[in-house]
């Protein structure tokens, strides 16, 4: 059961990246999937989660982030991604994504302690 974590890189403000979220061993559909962020100098923080587990989507948006990020799943690539459009320097740190089978934290799935499987990390950089 692993998690990875891809797309990441340097962008200039304004510009846009796609991080991916791969699943292997698991099905990432039957689970809640989130993106945190760990700014310099700052703990990790939750960006995005969305849970479509049993049926029905729901998702969360840092105020942050509204109106310019978009998770979505892709469960014939067995992925999360995480469109990060408008981006702005204060985007820019180390993203992590996490799953997990049942969130019951709210808003939904902001709580980093809950999930069980994590990717390694991919920088994202972005200069003014």
């Known amino acids: 059961v692993q998690l990875q974590a891809s797309g990441g890189g340097s962008v200039q403000s304004g510009e846009s990246l796609r991080l991916s979220c791969t699943a292997s061993?698991?099905?990432?559909?039957?689970?809640?999937v989130a993106w945190f962020r760990r700014a310099p100098g700052k703990e990790r923080e939750a960006i995005s989660c969305i849970d479509d587990s049993d049926g029905y989507s729901q998702y969360f948006y840092a105020d942050s982030v509204k109106g310019r990020f978009t998770l979505s799943g892709d469960n014939a690539k067995n992925t999360g991604d995480l469109q990060m459009n408008s981006l702005k320097p204060e985007d820019a740190g180390v993203y992590y994504c996490?799953?997990?089978?049942?969130?019951?934290?709210?808003?939904?799935?902001?709580?980093?302690?809950?999930?069980?499987?994590w990717g390694q990390g991919t920088q994202v950089t972005v200069s003014s």
């Open positions: 996490a799953a997990e089978r049942t969130i019951m934290s709210a808003p939904l799935g902001t709580s980093l302690y809950e999930y069980d499987y």
């Open positions: 061993g698991f099905t990432l559909g039957d689970y809640a």
